[in-house]
Every structure is written in structure tokens, then in C-alpha cells.
């Protein structure tokens, strides 16, 4: 066996790390009612403006901010269109990732090219060199670190934050919330510029450190997965989690099973991260879907 | 203007142009390109968007160059090699195995319109086929990857399971076992022929498993990246020269060079002198170019490799030359057979030694 399992569960934690994050950023914005199905068109253009600003300015990190950036400005497009002018969802969802998926094929012509700009892995004394452990947690680049943060601060702004328990009210019930004097509108159109902040930042980790380079398509459907995880983990933050590196482990591990020329078709271990996430997901499956969620608010209503 | 006349108007000018169209074409040769992934890819669609560019630098004014990027294979393909027929174009050359049926049930339908289909077998009275021989060039890789390995595991990303692929990884097998009898090859199929985040991962996962000599037969330049990441790994360009990545990881690389079979047949079509055919071509030609093998090669590696080249080219050697068994055991090549070109055309076996299945 070549496979040494420390080398694959740091793996994991990269792999899953543009999933996570693109999720966290939907699952707030579900809780507040709203589907916007546009996640892969707001990741590849956070991909693509990622790879050009930590170029132009040499600095990785300032990428990853002109991505967030240019996440959450598409993501306004989706919130005038679906908060004032009462489109539908997931028509307004489609289309964004198809005009997503466009905009950045053309801002990346000539954006090709090989990447030198390096992201600093985290090295803290004592703690990095624990051994296996350290490994496997504590060696990897500052955004797997910021993921884990915005999923533990999600649930702590759902469940314990006023404004949170606005959020949750707003999407269970959007004439209830309103009624109580809540702005709906505001509400939801906050939550989805952080859900298009989230996604930009999960497709530059792609474009800067996952691959780290710039090539159309590159998402590669990061985005539906990250939806379809949020739905499978029941809008809950933690299930995410598990969610995502179930995901991203089997990803991994399929591709070194095949290194390792295991007798089970190729076919197979291909499907299995999605089988697989699918499967653990429905099962230990509980909450259900906020009761406004996809519909259109109008405070004349 | 009264609303009707206003249509009416718009009608008549869209009329004219798309009268006015064909009429135009008939002065310029049109000629289209189907590609598969977009034109910055980096590799196999970039280099074949190369190609085209130069030859309508050959051509002048002569030629008018109409080419969609990233049509996705499969009946979506049909639908887009229809479209550029139906615009006028005189010859289009669809630039991906999977465009092969496709493109031959369109060319039933436009029998005036050539058509010129890459790396397939179907062929018919407007529809030529052509490919590289690139198990040549894997050959030249193959040797490379023996020598350079020190742990003795090469590792392999495949895209999809065609015998185009499996030539090529018997073929650098079968020469990286011949000048070290130790190697072990690790093989990741993706599927894909593009998917650099895929790429990434897979050439990250067999540089994991102890692989220090990673080869690709996919088309970004991921796995390049990847490899500088880990430090100690070589790689090879793939389709492109990738030099931007020399002389660490990359040490050499398979080029593709359409632009002389382009300019050719784009000739053929201008003359009224096309006439459908197969074409596979390798080193001789040129249309197969081994890139610049890099100082991170010790020299006398070095010319072995383009000793093997020089033979290759000169027709001296061929890469599939007996005693060649098939993975199960079987005979396949006796002592000094030469495989013929409906057998390498048809592969769809590993030889002996390569481990794991091929996908089907």
C-alpha cells in the first residue's frame, strides 16, 4: 500500500475547503429564504477576479478579497432582480450561473499563464509538529482555517445572535417577520451578498491554491455540489462540515485507490464521492427546508 | 413610420442579410474549427487554435477562420457543427475524439460542406480523418521517465479510455521498463480531457504515493503546477510545449503541429482537389514534436532519448516492435514483429506488466 493516510486526510481538508465555503455562504442564505441557484456563476467569477487582483498586486490575500468582492457584487444583480423586482428565483439562480460562467471566460482572456504567487502554509511552533496530528491540521493555508471560523460563526449567529434569529424569521415566515416590523428585504439582500462574498472567496481558493491557476470552466461544478450539500445537511452548519469533507475525502480517496490500481472499476470510485455523500447525508437527515424558501416577498403583501 | 412598415422594413433587412451572406462567402474559403475546450487552455485546443491561426497567415485574405470553443461532445456537438455548416463554411474540422459521430451524421446532411474529424476512425466520402502518432513521442517520455525516477513509481493521469490513450501509456511503459526494469506504473483516470482542478488532484495524489515522474495525458497545465509545488517531480508537456514550466518540473514535452496538414487541406479545398482520406503522421513529418528536453536531464540521458527520437524519425525503430505480451500473458507481437496500424488504431489492451484495468 503507497496510500499513507496522514498525506490523505491533509488532502481532504484542501479539497473540500472551495465546497465548504461556497455552502456556508448558501446555507445563510436559504435560512433567509432565498434560493439562488447561481453559486457556480458567482464562484468562477470569484475564481477568475481572484486570479487577476492577487496577480496585478502580487499578494495572494488581496485576491482572495477582490474575489469575495466580486461575489458579492454579482450576487446584487441576483438580489435587485429577485427583492425588487420579484423575479423568480430560480429562473434569476440559472441565469446568473450562465452569465457567471460567461463574464469570467471574458475577463480571463489572457489571464492564462503559470502562478508563482505563493500562500503560506500556517507553521506555529509546538503545534504544527505534533506529530500526525500537526500533520493533518495544522499545516495547511490560512483560508482552510477562515472556512472553519465562518461555519463555527454562522452557528453562532443563527442560533444565539438577534440578528440571526431575524435571519431564521425572515426565511420561516416572511409576512410573519414583516409584520413584526423586520425588513425582509434588507435582511434577505444582506444575506445574499454574504452568500456571493462566500462564493467568490471558495472559487479563488481554486484559481490561488487548489489547482493555482486560471482556466475557463475551472469550478468544474464545485457550485452544485456546494448547493446540494446545504440541502443534504438539512441547513444545519455542522452537518456541513461533514458534508463537505465526506465529499472531498472520498474525492480523494478515489483518485488514490485508482494510483493504487485496486481491482474495482474505475467507474465506480469515480461515482463514489457523490454516492457517498448522498447516502450519509439523507441518513442522518433531520431538519426540513425554512418555510419561505424560493418565495417572493413583497412588503405590500 | 406606421408599425408595419417598420417590420416590414427590419424584415427586408434581415432578409438581405442573410441572402447577402453565402454571396460573400463564395470569394472567401470558409473554414471552421470545433474545439473542444476553450482557446487558452494551454494544451491540446490551444495548440490546435495555433494552427489554425497560421494557416490563415499562409493564407491571407483568401481564408475566413470561424471557430466555436468548448462544445461539449455528445448530440450538444451536433447541433454546433450543424450551425457552422449552415453558415456557410467549406471545410470544418471537429478537433476531438468524441466529435466523431457527430460530425459523421452532419456530414450526411451537408454532402458540398468537408468535413475533417481528429484522433477518429469513421471516415466517408466528405469526411477525412487525421491523427498524430503520438506513441512516438511517449516512447521518447517513457525512456526519460525510466532514467529520471528514483523511486521507481511513475505516475500516470489518463483521460478517457480510448486506444489513443492506452497506446500511449503502453508505449511509455514499455520504454521506461526497458532502461528500468524496476519501474512500476500508477495510473488516475479522470474522464475528462480538461479539468484542471481534477488534474490537480490526481497529479497531487500520485506525487503523494511516492510518484517523482508524473505523465499527462490531459490538457492544462495543473499537474505542472502541482509538481513545482512538491519540488523533486518531473513532468512533460502535454500537446503544448508548456516551457513556462522548464527546466524543473517539466523536462520535455509532446508538441502538436497541425498548421502543415491545415494549410494543406485548407489548399486541397481552394483547388478543388479534396478528396476524403486517413491520415496519420508522426516524428517524420513533423507533426509530432518532441519539445526541448531540459538541462534538469543529465546529458547522457539526454542523448539516448533524442538518440530513440532520431531512430524513431529516420523510421529505423518502432516503438511497438516485438516481443510484446498483452497484460494477461498472451502473445501479441512475436520477436521483431512490427505491430501493424490496424492493431495500434483498434488498441484497447495494456501489455504486460501495467497494472489495473482499463475502464470500458
Known amino acids: 500500500m503507497d496510500i499513507n493516510p496522514i498525506l490523505l486526510l491533509a488532502a481532504l481538508m484542501v479539497a473540500s475547503t472551495p465546497i465548504l465555503l461556497a455552502a456556508i455562504g448558501e446555507l445563510v442564505v436559504e435560512r433567509a429564504g432565498v434560493l439562488n441557484l447561481g453559486v457556480e456563476g458567482m464562484m468562477i467569477t470569484g475564481a477568475v477576479c481572484g486570479y487577476i487582483v492577487g496577480h496585478g498586486t502580487e499578494n495572494p490575500y488581496f485576491g482572495f478579497v477582490g474575489a469575495a468582492f466580486a461575489g458579492a457584487a454579482l450576487s446584487f444583480v441576483f438580489a435587485a432582480l429577485t427583492q425588487f423586482l420579484l423575479t423568480n428565483q430560480v429562473a434569476t439562480g440559472l441565469g446568473l450561473t450562465m452569465f457567471g460562467l460567461g463574464l469570467a471566460s471574458l475577463i480571463g482572456q489572457g489571464a492564462t499563464g503559470s502562478s508563482d504567487l505563493i500562500v503560506g502554509k500556517l507553521n506555529l511552533p509546538i503545534i504544527s509538529d505534533i506529530p500526525v496530528i500537526g500533520r493533518i491540521l495544522f499545516q495547511h493555508d490560512p483560508i482552510v482555517y477562515v472556512s472553519l471560523l465562518l461555519v463555527a460563526g454562522t452557528w453562532w449567529f443563527l442560533s444565539k445572535s438577534r440578528a440571526g434569529l431575524i435571519l431564521r424569521a425572515v426565511g420561516e415566515n416572511h409576512d410573519a417577520a414583516h409584520a413584526l416590523g423586520y425588513n425582509v428585504r434588507l435582511m434577505r439582500v444582506l444575506a445574499i451578498l454574504f452568500g456571493g462574498a462566500c462564493a467568490g472567496l471558495a472559487g479563488s481558493y481554486i484559481s490561488l491554491v487548489r489547482v493555482p491557476q486560471w482556466i475557463d470552466g475551472i469550478t468544474s461544478g464545485a457550485g452544485w455540489i456546494a448547493l446540494a450539500i446545504v440541502v443534504f445537511a438539512s441547513w444545519n452548519p455542522w452537518r456541513l462540515i461533514a458534508g463537505a469533507y465526506l465529499f472531498g475525502g472520498v474525492t480523494v480517496l478515489q483518485l488514490n485507490l485508482q494510483a493504487e490500481g485496486l481491482k474495482i472499476p474505475t467507474e465506480y470510485l469515480s461515482m463514489a464521492p457523490y454516492l457517498a455523500t448522498i447516502l450519509v447525508l439523507v441518513v442522518i437527515r433531520a431538519g426540513r427546508a425554512p418555510g419561505s424558501l424560493g418565495k417572493s416577498f413583497h412588503p405590500s403583501s | ?360
Open chain 2, 1 to 360: 413610420m406606421k408599425r408595419r412598415t417598420l417590420l416590414a422594413t427590419g424584415a427586408g433587412a434581415a432578409m438581405a442579410a442573410a441572402l447577402g451572406l453565402p454571396a460573400r462567402a463564395q470569394d472567401k474559403t470558409k473554414v471552421g474549427f470545433i474545439y473542444v475546450g476553450p482557446i487558452n487552455d494551454g494544451g491540446w485546443t490551444q495548440h490546435h487554435h495555433h494552427s489554425a491561426l497560421e494557416m490563415v497567415e499562409h493564407f491571407g485574405d483568401a481564408v475566413e477562420l470561424v471557430y466555436q470553443e468548448s462544445v461539449p461532445e455528445g448530440p450538444d456537438a451536433e447541433r454546433a457543427i450543424t450551425q457552422m455548416a449552415r453558415g456557410g463554411a467549406d471545410i470544418i474540422f471537429t478537433t476531438s475524439f468524441g466529435f466523431m459521430d457527430p460530425t459523421v451524421n452532419v456530414a450526411a446532411n451537408f454532402p458540398d460542406v468537408k468535413f475533417e474529424h481528429a484522433t477518429g476512425y469513421k471516415q466517408a466520402d466528405n469526411v477525412s480523418v487525421y491523427s498524430a502518432r503520438f506513441y512516438e513521442g511517449r516512447a521518447i517520455q517513457g525512456t526519460l521517465a525510466g532514467r529520471m525516477t528514483k523511486t521507481n513509481k511513475i505516475g500516470y493521469i489518463a483521460s478517457v479510455p480510448i486506444p489513443e490513450v492506452i497506446r500511449g501509456i503502453n508505449s511509455a511503459y514499455l520504454h521506461a521498463k526497458k532502461v528500468n526494469p524496476d519501474v512500476e506504473f500508477k495510473i488516475i483516470w479522470i474522464f475528462e480531457w480538461l479539468n484542471p482542478a481534477k488534474e490537480a488532484d490526481a497529479a497531487k495524489a500520485l506525487i503523494e504515493q511516492g510518484c517523482d515522474v508524473v505523465l499527462q495525458h490531459t490538457d492544462s497545465t495543473a499537474p505542472h503546477q502541482a509538481a513545482k509545488e512538491a519540488g523533486n517531480v518531473y513532468t512533460f508537456g502535454q500537446a503544448a510545449d508548456m516551457a513556462e514550466y522548464g527546466p524543473m518540473p517539466r523536462i520535455s514535452s509532446i508538441i502538436d503541429n497541425w498548421a502543415p496538414y491545415y494549410i494543406e487541406r485548407v489548399q486541397a479545398v481552394i483547388d478543388g482537389t479534396w478528396t476524403s482520406v486517413n491520415t496519420w503522421d508522426g516524428i517524420a513529418p513533423g507533426m509530432v514534436g518532441i519539445g526541448e528536453i531540459s538541462d534538469a536531464v543529465p546529458a547522457d540521458v539526454k542523448a539516448e532519448a533524442e538518440a530513440l527520437r532520431d531512430a524513431i524519425a529516420a523510421g529505423e525503430y518502432h516503438p511497438f516492435t516485438g516481443p510484446i505480451n498483452k497484460q494477461d500473458g498472451t502473445p501479441w507481437l512475436a520477436e521483431g514483429e512490427i505491430a501493424n496500424d490496424g492493431d495500434l488504431a483498434g488498441m484497447f489492451f495494456f501489455v504486460e506488466g501495467v497494472e489495473g484495468d482499463i475502464p470500458s
